[in-house]
């Protein structure tokens, strides 16, 4: 009996620390995500017209990963530190939504494949959504299971950040735990 009630509270114990990373994992992106939305096409803004130059973006972004959670980029995953959030990589995806696409709904399916996210679809509706589209977000799992992520309304242009955890247990008895996590943030201008 004793050792079913220390087995219990191993797994509350892993469950709690499992979303306390999802939350810390989510801020993470969302700081370094609203720093990247700041890399804006300065020419074309003259002309009335807000575009992000990705790559100055993507260089934010990751400079911004590794000041606040110590994770540097490695091709398409964040590789953590000795002392960030998580002990196992972070797969990070970027999809910009311009200034011809935030008014529409947006369907974007993503597959997580061990060490990357990759899109599988982009469905755009046509039909203009007056205060902005909604963008639905599905990452397919390597066991195949489908997980929805809340949606997102847009309010302008903006850069989507979806990061996916496949993060190893506290005690090896117990499962693992994987999670997506996403960021959408407006340009900044």
Request: proline share 4%; glycine share 6%; aromatic share 8%.
């Amino acid at each position: 009996m004793m050792l079913f009630f220390l087995l219990l509270g191993l797994v509350v114990v892993d469950t709690d620390l499992a979303l306390q990373k999802k939350q810390e994992v989510k801020t993470l992106l969302e700081l370094a995500n609203h720093d990247a939305t700041w890399a804006i096409d300065q020419a074309l803004k003259t002309e009335g017209i807000i575009d992000l130059v990705e790559t100055e973006a993507i260089s934010r972004f990751d400079r911004r990963m590794e000041q606040n959670g110590r994770y540097r980029r490695q091709g398409a995953v964040f590789i953590p530190a000795q002392k960030s959030v998580t002990t196992d990589q972070i797969a990070i995806l970027h999809y910009y939504i311009d200034f011809t696409q935030w008014r529409k709904n947006t369907q974007l399916s993503l597959t997580y494949r061990g060490d990357k996210l990759v899109v599988d679809n982009v469905a755009i509706d046509s039909q203009v959504q007056p205060s902005g589209g909604v963008l639905q977000i599905t990452v397919t799992t390597e066991s195949a299971e489908r997980l929805t992520l809340a949606p997102k309304r847009m309010i302008g242009p903006s850069l989507v950040a979806v990061g996916y955890v496949d993060e190893q247990p506290l005690f090896q008895l117990l499962p693992g735990h994987s999670f997506p996590v996403v960021s959408v943030e407006e340009l900044k201008w």
